[in-house]
């Protein structure tokens, strides 16, 4: 789960490191409360997760406390690339001489954690990486040591800092390297990170991610997670389902990561739009696929629904129950094209035929078919 | 022969007794895999599905000298158990385990490759030499013996993929799912080498998705090595959104990193033919094997 800027930079400052002096408001009369501790001049931060915020306009520079009151009313309630914000961050503007880059994220190919550190921070590491990859700074990180102090000096000294400096950049370092393994975090990233005129460092954006799987170990995010998501969202999750929401028309249903992104290249390929990726996993309930079901019909702009199940741990029959009940509960009927093949097939293509609902064996069929109903070819 | 486990293979089961534990194992021993004994601490003393339990993985070795593990415990019990699996150095060990924290799997990799150990997973359906035994989860009569390796990063694109090669004729030398998670034990690149050896192994399949970059470093790997037998590839993912985890922690792709079409240029570059749909794979091998 991602966290916001303001979650983060909490953390942050938890593990002493620098952050600005700031407030969070979520109501525009709180605004001068907020700006009665801070001086100006402001920053004023949309917190929502979303790339490009900046350019995006969620980002505003106020040089007075008029100015941050306005930009406060005009962020709360707006919209950031179509995320509401619910959320602003006031904070005092520094006067900085620079902006770095630190990260410590996922090596995949070496298994390991890997530090990633750019004197030129500001923009996207990605964009770091593509127009300059000799600026960037890879320690991996030996699992059994962990980052070290030692690797934190090499690394600021390869920032360019000397004498006492270099002892500050390399204690942020080891901090946020500490940040990351106390919260399971699959990324910590501070961009910029300033160095001010006084010659400190202050973090000035801040991003993290939490590894889903390690919520069990944090109940305080734990609590959090279903915060942003939608109805929708929040019943997949309950029933372990892994459900996102697309553009197109086609809903989609299947077993197993890799068999649903290949049912959603086929309809593509096929011409067709999906609606939605929902990934019922292994082993689904009754209770669980009649639940993805009622998620997929409940899509206002999905014209048919492509269900494609390979039984092995999921049982085909439980699948054909869920399918049962999901349709007869429906509000709106919407054309099923199901594709079940696998453990107990005979047994659930006989509970759907009983159902009047159809089943075909290939997975390219069922494609094909349900983009034909798409452009308005009898279910 | 097959790669990395055999019918002669002594395996132990962690985790006999839970749900899936269980359900397996039986599935496993009617294959004709050799499991000699489970493991779940507490439960010592005990029989399941005919096979004797013990409370650690020291007395199954004292008893039996495995060299193979497969582990069906939950999540936050996963790194303990593989920890303990690699202390007693068995040999190759199979984590079908969904949802294991990263910080666990770094950690736990870190071991197995100072120990010398071959970890699957966390997150596989395991593997199946056909005919001979299976360390796995997947339905069996989909699968056939025959002169095709496969290495997959999903489980039930595998049985779709193996099951069309079944259908027409193709049977498989060994299937292996190296894990869905964004880190795993053996890659795909290790599985090259393994089935590079192989005798039985004519042609190798490998199933990608969109994430990571195991499949652009396996590209470059092929061609650098001027790999001695055909290699086909599917890469699942060519429409996922920016950004979105698919499923599979490992499906997720962070801007332009990681997506389908940079996997397809890197495999086609390294002269790997890459099949649009799964149904075209069948008719990639006829052709690749062909003199």
């Known amino acids: ?379 | 022969m097959g790669i990395l486990i055999n019918a002669d293979t002594k395996a132990i089961v962690q985790g006999i007794t839970g749900k899936q534990g269980s359900y397996h194992t039986k599935l496993m021993l009617d294959y004709g895999t050799k499991i000699v004994a489970g493991v779940v601490p507490g439960k010592g003393g005990t029989v399941a599905n005919g096979v004797p339990v013990y409370d650690t993985v020291k007395e199954t070795v004292e008893a039996y000298s495995p060299t193979a593990s497969i582990i069906f415990v939950p999540a936050p019990f996963a790194q303990d158990t593989v920890l303990e699996a690699i202390t007693n150095k068995i040999k190759t060990i199979v984590v079908v385990t969904e949802h294991m924290p990263i910080k666990d799997t770094i950690n736990v990799m870190a071991y197995a490759n100072q120990s010398k150990v071959t970890i699957i997973g966390p997150n596989t359906p395991g593997k199946i030499t056909p005919g001979q035994c299976k360390l796995g989860i997947m339905p069996v009569n989909i699968f056939k013996p025959g002169s095709i390796g496969l290495v997959s990063r999903s489980g039930t694109l595998t049985y779709e993929i193996a099951a069309g090669l079944t259908a027409k004729g193709l049977g498989q030398s060994t299937c292996v799912g190296v894990g869905g998670d964004p880190i795993v034990g053996l890659n795909f690149i290790e599985a090259l080498e393994l089935f590079k050896e192989d005798t039985r192994t004519k042609a190798v399949v490998l199933i990608g998705e969109i994430g990571g970059n195991m499949e652009e470093l396996t590209a470059e790997y092929i061609a650098k090595k001027h790999y001695p037998k055909p290699v086909v590839a599917y890469v699942a993912g060519r429409f996922a959104p920016l950004g979105k985890h698919m499923g599979h922690v490992g499906a997720i792709i962070m801007g332009k990193q990681g997506n389908a079409q940079s996997k397809i240029e890197a495999f086609t570059n390294a002269k790997v033919k890459v099949a649009e749909k799964p149904s075209d794979m069948p008719m990639f091998l006829v052709k690749a094997l062909s003199p």
């Open chain 1, 1 to 379: 789960m991602n966290l916001s800027e303001y979650e983060a930079k909490q953390e942050f400052s938890k593990h002493n490191i620098s952050i600005p002096n700031g407030t969070l408001v979520t109501k525009s009369n709180q605004t001068a409360q907020a700006l009665a501790n801070l001086k100006p001049p402001y920053t004023v931060k949309a917190q929502v997760l979303v790339g490009g915020r900046g350019k995006a306009g969620g980002i505003i520079s106020a040089k007075s406390k008029k100015e941050a009151e306005e930009a406060t009313v005009k962020l709360l309630g707006a919209r950031i690339r179509g995320l509401l914000v619910k959320q602003v961050l006031i904070e005092e503007k520094l006067p900085i001489r620079k902006e770095l880059y630190l990260g410590i994220t996922i090596d995949r190919f070496n298994r390991s954690y890997v530090a990633l550190a750019s004197a030129t921070g500001g923009v996207e590491i990605e964009e770091i990486a593509s127009k300059t990859p000799k600026a960037i700074i890879r320690t991996l990180i030996d699992s059994q040591s962990g980052l070290r102090y030692f690797h934190s000096i090499a690394i600021a000294k390869q920032l360019g800092y000397s004498g006492n400096q270099l002892v500050k950049l390399s204690t942020i370092i080891q901090k946020l390297y500490q940040v990351c393994i106390d919260n399971d975090a699959e990324l910590v990233e501070i961009n910029p990170l300033a160095e001010t005129e006084t010659g400190d460092f202050v973090a000035l954006d801040a991003r993290m991610v939490i590894d889903d799987n390690a919520l069990f170990r944090h109940p305080e995010y734990a609590a959090k997670e279903t915060e942003a998501l939608s109805s929708q969202e929040v019943l997949a999750l309950k029933n372990n389902l892994t459900y996102v929401k697309l553009e197109g028309d086609i809903g989609v249903v299947g077993n197993g990561a890799g068999l649903v992104m290949a049912t959603l290249d086929l309809l593509n390929f096929f011409g067709g739009k999906p609606a939605n990726f929902l990934d019922l996993g292994g082993g689904a309930t009754i209770e669980a696929i009649a639940a993805a079901l009622q998620i997929v019909f409940a899509e206002p702009d999905t014209k048919v629904i492509l269900v494609n199940v390979l039984g092995g741990i999921t049982h085909c029959d439980d699948v054909a129950r869920g399918i049962v009940e999901a349709a007869k509960e429906a509000e709106v009927k919407k054309p099923l094209v199901v594709r079940l093949v696998g453990a107990n097939q005979q047994e659930g293509q006989k509970i759907l035929a009983d159902a009047g609902i159809s089943v075909l064996d290939s997975m390219e069929e069922a494609a094909k078919q349900a983009v034909e109903i798409t452009r308005g070819a009898q279910p």
